[in-house]
């Protein structure tokens, strides 16, 4: 009786874990066709490693055929993004932003604490211009290429949409990248590609 009871609540742990682990995530609404979407953040947004028209944000304007302002600083940290968001939501008046951030704080060994509450401000600032907002999580650039987990408290604690892949499964292709941590125009192209499937997974494509 104690082994089966033991074994229930097994089962019973494991069901929770499962659920909690596949909670779905926050969707977005529908983006209508004369949509602005800013794509917002440093080198890899920007498109350091290949041409301009090659950068994600204009093939995912191509893929879209929407309106994609790229909105990318090489070198810049989390600490510089939040200063710069406010200008350009008030330029560009977005209806949807992509935040892929936080790969220049972790080379220069910043503080976890504090590019995660760069990140709060940013993507409160969106929010309180009206604008929906998804997160694209930015790997440690170590061998294991781990995600730190302050992209998901993120995604849970402001309930906004997280994909913690797209960047890191990239970055472990060689073939997909013109240096160590900058894609070439075919890794920018499934960058790309993959935001736009994620789009359409949250419900605004």
């Known amino acids: 009786m104690k082994k089966f009871t033991h074994l229930f609540l097994c089962a019973i742990m494991i069901f929770f874990l499962q659920a909690c682990h596949e909670a779905p995530q926050p969707k977005l609404s529908l983006l209508s066709k004369n949509a602005v979407i800013l794509a917002f953040g440093d080198s890899l947004t920007y498109g ?34 939040r200063n ?5 939501l008030e330029k560009y008046q977005p209806d ?34 009206g604008a929906q907002v998804i997160l694209v999580a930015v790997p440690d650039f170590k061998l294991s290429l781990a995600v730190p987990p302050l992209y998901s408290e993120l995604g849970t604690e402001l309930k906004v949409p997280v994909d913690e892949h797209i960047i890191a499964d990239l970055e472990g292709k060689n073939e997909m990248k013109s240096d160590y941590i900058h894609f070439n125009a075919e890794g920018y192209r499934l960058l790309a590609e993959n935001i736009a499937a994620f789009l359409k997974q949250q419900h605004a494509l």
């Open 96 to 129: 949807l932003v992509i935040v892929c951030l936080g790969g220049n704080d972790f080379i220069r060994k910043r503080d976890p604490a504090s590019v995660k509450e760069n990140l709060v401000a940013i993507i409160q600032t969106i929010k309180k211009s």
């Open 48 to 81: 350091t490693g290949t041409s301009p028209n090659a950068a994600y944000p204009a093939v995912l304007q191509k893929m879209t055929g929407l309106t994609v302002i790229n909105a990318g600083v090489p070198g810049e940290e989390t600490r510089d993004s």
């Open 84 to 88: 710069r968001i406010g200008e350009e």
